[in-house]
């Protein structure tokens, strides 16, 4: 671009420079669905650890990040880059570029930001997996954050919360990317059900997220507090201020008492920011998400067998999955009308071969058994193995049935299916893996489940929480 011109971009605004080294701000204390729906889930997919930062960690130095003969990263603080033109005038074909873009959240150093990025860095299979299974929903993820005027940065919020697992489910009962809890998941529209749970439904959780995310930005004015109340409850980090007033200390997110698990919340995102950010810095591939939609949403009306549908797209099961994990069961209850999500080159061969389509839809109705009906007097009446039922139903090898119980059982075909609203199964025990003592207990122990808690049961209202800020800072207006 001649100099003329790119003066004049410059003038105009349409130009922007943007630095790929680490940030420099001051520094920052630290403060299942079914079986039969299941996705595989790596062992190894957890967040990184909540711990602080181990005594002998290494400040900032003068390197770029290196690997050890036993491949763990140490790293310092990298030469400073030159800065980057950015044309604004023109769409980047990076998504990953978009969200550099759109950073907009304080940056923060501290030894627990270090702490996460080697935590990261050390897991370079982790994050590719992360990755991968990001790569369908980002494009949604950042278009809903940059039509709210959000930093991009909230896109990157369910790499920790979820590792971008859209049946992730913990012992507390959070469950999809963004972990709601059934009670917070019902306040923000998210339906569960028999058939459905919205909660691990991506384009729904999404929205319902970035609306819970936004009210909590003008509860407290600032992101960082608002995304401790993401982790801790917003009834949790109003406890915290008020208690920090009455004694006349500040009320800001490094003032406050908090347990580890959210004192560690903002150096992981932190952590994941920077690596977005400078990948190579941290020996990191990170693979190109397209900036372009992955999927296209399909209403439809009729209820339809998950394999049917799959088929239907000529696209494998394990796709139509990933992107409709919502679905509980063998069957999608429409309920009026339910979203389909399909690959952009999927979309119009469903709908062809939908409207083609002449035989049933659906295969699988609804049945309560009788009292002391077993699952073995279920499958021989309707012809089919116990192993089956159980599939179908995603109850385990060893598992049974309770009185009352329903499950889905083979329809018949010359009748139209039995397919009634029921309620969501009462959820027992967590699926998500053990972790050892160093990665806390993140996914299931009692620091996810007080902040959770949290959640259900805020102590204060809006308005007391917004008196309160107004003592310490005037709120800031959301951006636009």
């Given at each position: 671009?001649q100099?003329?011109a790119?003066?004049?971009l ?27 729906l299941q ?10 650890p909540a711990?602080?930062a ?59 930001v270090?702490?996460?990025?080697e935590w ?17 929903y ?9 039509k709210r ?12 919360e979820?590792?971008y697992n ?25 339906q ?7 909660r691990?439904?991506v ?6 997220a ?11 004015g ?12 917003e009834?949790?980090?109003s406890?915290?201020?008020?208690k ?9 997110y490094?003032s406050?008492s ?15 920011k ?24 399909v ?13 239907l ?14 679905n509980?069961?063998?069957v999608?209850r429409?309920d009026?009308?339910?979203v ?10 469903f ?6 389509h ?10 309560k058994?009788?009292?002391?009906e ?17 599939t ?6 060893k ?14 075909a ?7 609203d ?9 699926r ?17 489940t007080?902040?959770?808690?949290g959640r259900?049961?805020?102590a ?21």
């Amino acid at each position: 671009m001649q100099p003329l011109a790119r003066a004049l971009l410059l003038a105009a605004g349409l130009f922007v420079t943007v630095h790929a080294s680490l940030p420099s701000a001051a520094e920052v204390d630290p403060g299942e669905p079914p079986a039969s729906l299941q996705m595989s889930r790596d062992p190894d997919d957890a967040p990184a650890p909540a711990e602080t930062a181990e005594p002998g960690l290494r400040p900032p130095g003068a390197e770029s990040a290196t690997e050890s003969a036993t491949g763990s990263a140490t790293f310092a603080q990298p030469a400073p880059f030159a800065p980057t033109m950015l044309d604004l005038t023109l769409r980047p074909t990076s998504l990953w570029q978009r969200i550099r873009t759109g950073f907009g959240l304080p940056d923060m150093t501290s030894p627990l930001v270090r702490e996460q990025e080697e935590w990261f860095a050390k897991r370079p299979d982790y994050i590719s997996r992360i990755v991968a299974r990001s790569s369908r929903y980002l494009y949604y993820i950042v278009e809903q954050v940059e039509k709210r005027g959000m930093p991009s940065e909230i896109a990157l919020l369910p790499i920790i919360e979820s590792a971008y697992n859209p049946v992730a489910y913990s012992r507390a009962h959070a469950s999809g990317i963004w972990q709601f809890m059934p009670s917070t998941g019902k306040a923000y529209g998210l339906q569960q059900n028999f058939w459905y749970d919205g909660r691990r439904d991506v384009t729904a959780a999404t929205n319902a997220a970035l609306d819970y995310l936004e009210k909590l930005y003008e509860m407290f004015g600032t992101w960082d507090l608002a995304l401790a109340s993401y982790n801790w409850g917003e009834g949790a980090v109003s406890r915290a201020i008020a208690k920090n007033l009455a004694k006349g200390l500040p009320t800001d997110y490094r003032s406050l008492s908090m347990p580890a698990e959210t004192r560690n919340y903002m150096p992981k995102l932190q952590a994941v920011k920077n690596i977005v950010a400078n990948p190579a810095q941290y020996g990191i591939d990170l693979a190109e998400v397209p900036n372009q939609p992955y999927f296209v949403e399909v209403p439809t009306t009729k209820h339809i067998d998950v394999k049917l549908a799959a088929k239907l797209a000529e696209m494998p099961i394990d796709e139509f999955l990933s992107l409709n994990p919502g679905n509980n069961g063998p069957v999608i209850r429409a309920d009026g009308e339910r979203v389909l999500l399909f690959p952009a080159n999927k979309a119009d061969t469903f709908r062809l071969n939908m409207e083609n389509h002449d035989e049933p839809l659906v295969s699988w109705e609804a049945y309560k058994l009788k009292p002391g009906e077993t699952l073995d007097r279920v499958a021989a009446r309707y012809g089919i193995s116990v192993a089956q039922l159980k599939t179908a139903n995603g109850i385990g090898a060893k598992g049974g049935a309770g009185n009352g119980l329903t499950v889905l059982v083979p329809a018949v075909a010359s009748a139209k299916p039995y397919l009634p609203d029921l309620p969501l199964p009462a959820m027992t025990g967590g699926r998500m893996p053990k972790k050892s003592a160093s990665n806390g207990s993140r996914r299931g122990g009692t620091a996810k489940t007080a902040h959770k808690a949290g959640r259900r049961s805020p102590a204060v209202t809006r308005a007391s929480v917004t008196q309160t800020r107004k003592k310490t800072a005037p709120t800031r207006k959301k951006p636009r």
